[in-house]
């Protein structure tokens, strides 16, 4: 996209919505900012667990040096996450944690929920297949929708595959994927925006960064096709 194109977009409109809106799935990955009173500002990525509606989230972070330290009742908490293609915040603090089985901090339930779409292009449903590389190793998937922006892609969870677990929100990997209608599989390079997972499956959000003219054309030809 050029910047006389990207110029010409609309801005996109952070929405404000009561917390009862929240709708997560179990092992949606966020990302979590601490308050801390010597001003660090270390990104903690984290999985959603749980919450009871109206009283309190579940989640489930990492040791990282000094964790305990920041994880005082009372201090804020920024929380990041997407959720049905829209960049999703809120505030809330800390109300307890604990350290067994697992590092789980319990955080107020949200009274607002900021909301800002990132999608701007339809997305359609899809079953293909398609070929995975990352720097965790390789995996097939199925492509469940597609659109001009991203795909998002779910993974039968093998032994082979467990090295997967370890992607992050942004992550770069490749996507090869036959959108042709010979059958000729197309790569895209994307990036990671949401992950969600449980002892059989993963499912990733990803956005496409770096696309080569054979995709771009193989893609739009295959949207065409699905949206006649």
Partial sequence: ?????????????????????????INTRMIVNIDDLNGADERIVADFLGMVHFEYLIL??????????RLVDGINATVRFVSNGELCGFHSPIIAHTPKPSLLVF???????????????????????????????DASGIIVDLSRNGCRINIEMRDECNALRQT???????????LNPDGVPVSVTCAVRNISSDANRMQMGLAFTEAGNDFSVALDTFLATVDM
């Fill in 60 to 69: 489930r972070l990492p040791w990282v040096p000094g964790i305990r330290r």
């Fill in 168 to 178: 992050m929100m942004e992550d770069t990997l490749v996507i090869r994927v036959p």
């Fill in 1 to 25: 996209m050029s910047k006389q194109e990207a110029s010409q977009q609309p801005a996109k409109q952070v929405q404000r919505v009561a917390g009862t809106k929240l709708s997560l799935e």
């Fill in 107 to 137: 955080l107020e339930y949200p009274s607002t929920v900021e909301m800002l779409a990132l999608r701007q292009h339809k997305r359609v449903q899809c079953a293909l297949p398609a070929q995975l590389r990352s720097r965790h190793g």
